[in-house]
Antibody, heavy 121, light 107 residues
C-alpha cells in the first residue's frame, strides 16, 4: 500500500523554525517528484513546494520563498520541509503529496494525513 | 503565476441533483487540470485528471470537461457521500496552484 506519513508539526512562536518530515512507503520513492501543500484552518488548499525525483529541480510558492527549504533523502525514502522565520499566517495543516502519472498526465496522489503547524505567541 | 478561479464558492443541492462546478485559469493551461474532493477532516483525493480522465475507483457520476482556460466538474446525480468541498488544480508547470474551492452542502 502506498503511504505517506508526515511528522514534526507543533506549536512554534513567530520567527521560529520547524522541520517537517514525510516517510514514504509502498512505492519506489526515488522515481517520483514530491510536493508539500498546506491548508490554513477553514481555508482552501495552497501548494507550497515541489522537488523533482533527483532533487535537481526545486520550486516554491512566493509566500514561502526564502524562508522554507524542501529536500529529500532517497536512501531513507523521506521528504523534508525546513521552515524558518515562521509567521502567524503559516499556521496550517501541511500535507506531503506524491506526484503520480497516468498516461503521461500528472496528478497529486496520494496525500498524507497531514501534520498541523501552529504559529502563535 | 497562474491563478485559478472557481465558482460558485458554495452551493446547496439535494440528493439526486445534477451539480456543475466551474474553474477558470488565468492563462491557457491546455488540459493540465485536476479535480479533488475533500471531506471534512480528511486529506483531498483526486477525482479527475487531465481535465476529463476519471481516476480509478471514482464513480462514473463524476465527469470533467474543458480545455484551455475554462473547465467544468459535473456530478450527474448527487449522492449523500458527495457532500464535500471540491478543488480544481492546475499542473501546467511545476508551480502548481489550486482554485478557492466549492463547498457542496445539503439543501
Amino acid at each position: 500500500e502506498v503511504q505517506l506519513v508526515e511528522s514534526g508539526g507543533g506549536l512554534v512562536q513567530p520567527g521560529g523554525s520547524l522541520r517537517l518530515s514525510c516517510a514514504a512507503s509502498g512505492f519506489t520513492f526515488s522515481n517520483y517528484n514530491m510536493n508539500w501543500a498546506r491548508q490554513a484552518p477553514g481555508k482552501g488548499l495552497e501548494w507550497v513546494s515541489y522537488i523533482s525525483n533527483t532533487g535537481g529541480t526545486i520550486n516554491y510558492a512566493d509566500s514561502v520563498k526564502g524562508r522554507f527549504t524542501i529536500s529529500r533523502d532517497n536512501a531513507k525514502n523521506s521528504l523534508y520541509l525546513q521552515m524558518n522565520t515562521l509567521r502567524n499566517e503559516d499556521t496550517a495543516v501541511y500535507y506531503c503529496v506524491r506526484e503520480d502519472y497516468s498516461n503521461g498526465w500528472s496528478k497529486f496522489d496520494p496525500w498524507g494525513q497531514g501534520t498541523l503547524v501552529t504559529v502563535s505567541s | 503565476d497562474i491563478q485559478m478561479t472557481q465558482s460558485p464558492s458554495s452551493l446547496f443541492a439535494s440528493v439526486g441533483d445534477r451539480v456543475t462546478i466551474t474553474c477558470r485559469a488565468s492563462q491557457n493551461i491546455n488540459n493540465y487540470l485536476n479535480w479533488y474532493q475533500q471531506r471534512p477532516g480528511k486529506a483531498p483525493k483526486v477525482l479527475i485528471y487531465a481535465a476529463s480522465n476519471l481516476q480509478s475507483g471514482v464513480p462514473s457520476r463524476f465527469s470533467g470537461s474543458g480545455s484551455g482556460t475554462d473547465f467544468t466538474l459535473t456530478i450527474s446525480s448527487l449522492q449523500p457521500e458527495d457532500f464535500a468541498t471540491y478543488y480544481c488544480q492546475q499542473i501546467y508547470n511545476t508551480l502548481s496552484s489550486f482554485g478557492g474551492g466549492t463547498k457542496v452542502e445539503i439543501k
